[in-house]
């Protein structure tokens, strides 16, 4: 095919080499740093962020607060539909997460086809009707599978769907681990994430399927505290500049000093550019806000404020006080881990019944997990988050 796979390290300048060296830094940082006990529970919760922010990027009109109620069924059928995609995406990453895609065979067409898939599975049928052109004609997708017809996508008419799989070739040995050491991979997962876009091999689904396959890229490139950090969310924070960066990567080539490629280098650079400067934002913002010292304040400013007077939501619910010694359980469990009622109790200094109604009502908030006489474990409650991590939606 005759696009250029990605701007190569001899080609990109040197702030740019040092952004990506800084990126795989602090990314190796936050994977030692994080407390042992927040990793699950702050990845689980990173895929309801990922899933909003991608989702958003498309259209989505669901609130952070509709996200974080799921437990709760919008009687607005626009609402109800719009969370039923954000749940469907949060649980495809769920499902990826139990049964990895072997990072030799992360960008393979099955690979892609299978992301794909698990975003749309639990959807119901009826949100999978296309209209496919402007006289209304409508197709119903079916999820996984690559397009059989021509597309075009604002100004963009991706390859036909002839070509299509010629393409999915190139790019499946274009952006093979394998062939990328270094800093490589990460300006591979630049380009593969703006060429997968381009060749569009989706009816439908083809953004959401990009990022979910950018992030499995990074992880599988090396970057093991990516999990911890969210690509999705520095796209979709800004999505005007999201798409102006692939826009300039859609460009063709302008002449013999743009590259050999169907497609301008300098576009792809400007692209890369970006995508590196959003992954080290993001990487920085999520060291900083799971700084040890910053964070233990938070939470006993959290808890200081829950002991002392009733505490309002964003949906403007009240929830009652917290005795001060939940902060003390909260701590605890974030710096030892997984304890049992009793160890809790005998630690605390407390009763058995007193122990049992604080541990219930932390539970029934999702502070932590706690079900009959398993382990108690840390949790990160909704009403909780915005406190800890703010701004984190």
Partial sequence: MALTPLITQDRIPGDLQDMVVDTMRLDAALRINVPPPLRLPLIEHLHKVNSYYSNKIEGNSALPADVLSTHEMPTDVKVASELEEIKCHIEAQKRLADDPIADSLICTRDAVARMHRELYKGIPDVLLDMKVNDDGESIRMVPGQFRDRGVRVGKHIPPTAEKLMSYMNWFETAYRLDRHHGISPILAAAAAHHRLMWIHP????????????????????????????????????????????????????????????????????????????????????????????????????????????????????????????????????????????????????????????????????????????????????????????????
């Fill in 202 to 393: 989706f009816v439908d689904g083809n953004g959401r399927t990009g990022r979910l396959f950018t992030d499995q890229y990074l992880k599988a490139s090396g970057l093991g505290g990516s999990d911890l950090w969210s690509m999705s969310r520095g796209f979709g924070r800004n999505a005007e500049a999201y798409y102006a960066a692939l826009n300039a990567a859609d460009h063709v080539r302008k002449g013999d000093l743009d590259g050999r490629g169907e497609l301008s280098d300098a576009g792809l650079l400007k692209f890369t550019r970006y995508f590196v400067e959003t992954a080290l934002d993001q990487v920085n913002y999520f060291s900083s806000i799971l700084e040890p010292r910053m964070l233990n304040q938070r939470i006993d400013n959290y808890f200081q404020q829950r002991h002392q007077e009733a505490f309002y939501t964003i949906k403007g619910e009240v929830l009652p006080e917290f005795s001060i010694k939940a902060c003390e359980i909260y701590k605890d469990l974030l710096c030892h881990g997984d304890q049992s009622n009793v160890a809790i109790q005998i630690k605390m200094g407390l009763s058995e019944s007193t122990t049992r109604t604080l541990l219930s009502q932390m539970a029934d908030e999702g502070l932590i997990k706690w079900e009959g006489l398993k382990s108690v474990s840390l949790s990160l409650s909704p009403y909780s988050i915005e406190f800890l991590f703010p701004s984190l939606w």
